[in-house]
Structure formats: C-alpha cells, structure tokens
C-alpha cells in the first residue's frame, strides 16, 4: 500500500523504539519521514526542550519539503516523582512533553495543506498513575489536554488525535504468564499496535476522526482490581 506516498511526515523522539517503528510503518508506504531526536544518527540532532533546536528544525524540514502533511509527537518525556524530582526535572518534562508539540504546530501550522494530521502519543498515564510519576504524568495528561484544544483552531484544515498506549514492550521484554494474564487481551503491546493505528488515523479512512483520544492497552484500565482475582496479588 502507499497511502502516504509523497507526504512528508515528521516524527519526534522517532531513533528507537515506538517512534521508529512508526517512521518504518509511514516509509513502507511511500511517505517522505523527518525525524528528530537527542541520539546521534541520520536524522536531525537536537533537544526539543529548546525553543532554538525547534525553530532550526522547522526551518530545515520547509526548506527541504515545502509543506508538512503529518506531525507525529512522539518524544518521551522525563519520568521523575515527587520525591527525587527537582524544579528543573519537572520544567524539562513539560517542555519535551507539552510546549514543543505546541510549539513545533505553530511552526507548521502555515505549511499543513488540507487533510493533514497531527498525532500527539499520549498515555494511559494522563488518568491513572503509580507513585513517583509526577514529572511524566503532568506531561502526558497536558498532551491530551492539548490535543483537543488544537483540533478546534486548526479545524478543518489540520486533524488532531492523540493515541494513549498502555504496556507496550519495545524492549524484546521476556513476558511472564503473570504480565500477560492481567492483560485482558492475554498479552503486552508492541509498537505495531500504536503504529497500526497512527497510520490509520493519518488516512482518509478516519476523516471523521478529530480531537479524540484513542487508548490502546489491551483493555487494561477497564479492568477491575481485586486481589487473587485476574493474577492480581496483595504484597504487603
């Protein structure tokens, strides 16, 4: 299939794991992939939590293309808890995870021909949460906050969607009878599972689609926790 053939897509905090396997899933079909990302490798290198690396990002990608057709906010941000977490950590976090999705849209909205989209990666974290989670939780649960708030002034140009994962394993992690159980679907995710669904969003198929958040966690956060019950146990 080439649904994405010729469209430039760019992808942040797209070297490795869901944000790679999201980048291969828009190339296999045609699509012209930017990414950008703190590791060292073919692609442009930078911190998106600086306003400077983002202006020089946006610059290189309309000079190159022209236009943009999809924004995917991928970038993982900090994870640090009340505890251990410092001002700067929690700053850092909001940055990476809120100001440059919003930032890198304004840089492209001009450049968004109709029928564009931009996918925020979210979190099943932005309405539930373990201790210590502070510095990631804020940022996703502002991301999902965002993404509506951007589908209604970037309407009806621009569609806007955020994907909420749950477990997904992007590590080759060895499962055990016990993870897989308290997953109602039996199983872990894996990056196909949110790549699957940010190429649909992407397409033509969902065009009715704007301003929703899509959870994806094997049904997870539906389930009710008691102990003995669904391979839950009570460690005290």
Same mark, same amino acid.
């Given at each position: 299939?080439?649904?994405?053939?010729?469209?430039?897509?760019?992808?942040?905090?797209?070297?490795?794991?869901?944000?790679?396997?999201?980048?291969?899933? $828009?190339?296999?079909?045609?699509?012209?992939?930017?990414?950008?990302?703190? @590791?060292?490798?073919?692609?442009?290198?930078?911190?998106?939590?600086?306003?400077?690396?983002?202006?020089? $990002?946006?610059?290189?990608?309309?000079?190159?293309?022209?236009?943009?057709?999809?924004?995917?906010?991928?970038?993982?941000?900090?994870?640090?808890?009340?505890?251990?977490?410092?001002?700067?950590?929690?700053?850092?976090?909001?940055?990476?995870?809120?100001?440059?999705?919003?930032?890198?849209?304004?840089? $492209? /909205?001009?450049? $968004?021909?109709?029928?564009?989209?931009?996918?925020?990666?979210?979190?099943?974290?932005?309405?539930?949460?373990?201790?210590?989670?502070?510095?990631?939780?804020?940022?996703?649960?502002?991301?999902?906050?965002?993404?509506?708030?951007?589908?209604?002034?970037?309407?009806?140009?621009?569609?806007?969607?955020?994907?909420?994962?749950?477990?997904?394993?992007?590590?080759?992690?060895? @499962?055990?009878?016990?993870?897989?159980?308290?997953?109602?679907?039996?199983?872990?995710?894996?990056?196909?599972?949110?790549?699957?669904?940010?190429?649909?969003?992407?397409?033509?198929?969902?065009?009715?689609?704007?301003?929703?958040?899509?959870?994806?966690?094997?049904?997870?956060?539906?389930?009710?926790?008691?102990?003995?019950?669904?391979?839950? /146990?009570?460690?005290?």
């Amino acid at each position: 299939m080439e649904r994405f053939k010729n469209k430039v897509i760019v992808v942040t905090g797209g070297a490795k794991g869901i944000g790679a396997r999201i980048s291969e899933c $828009f190339r296999s079909e045609g699509a012209k992939v930017e990414i950008i990302d703190k @590791t060292a490798g073919k692609w442009f290198v930078g911190d998106i939590a600086e306003k400077s690396v983002l202006d020089d $990002f946006a610059s290189f990608v309309i000079k190159k293309h022209g236009k943009i057709n999809i924004l995917i906010n991928n970038a993982l941000p900090l994870m640090k808890g009340i505890n251990e977490g410092t001002w700067e950590e929690f700053i850092y976090a909001q940055k990476v995870g809120v100001a440059a999705p919003f930032y890198l849209s304004k840089l $492209f /909205k001009d450049y $968004f021909p109709p029928g564009s989209s931009i996918i925020n990666i979210s979190s099943s974290r932005d309405r539930m949460s373990q201790p210590q989670t502070e510095t990631y939780t804020a940022a996703k649960g502002g991301l999902s906050a965002l993404t509506h708030a951007l589908a209604m002034s970037l309407a009806p140009k621009v569609r806007v969607n955020s994907i909420s994962p749950g477990w997904i394993d992007i590590l080759g992690y060895e @499962t055990s009878e016990e993870d897989n159980i308290q997953q109602p679907v039996g199983r872990i995710g894996n990056s196909d599972d949110i790549a699957s669904m940010v190429l649909f969003l992407c397409s033509e198929e969902a065009g009715f689609i704007t301003g929703e958040n899509i959870v994806i966690d094997g049904g997870m956060s539906h389930l009710m926790i008691y102990h003995g019950d669904n391979g839950w /146990k009570l460690n005290k």
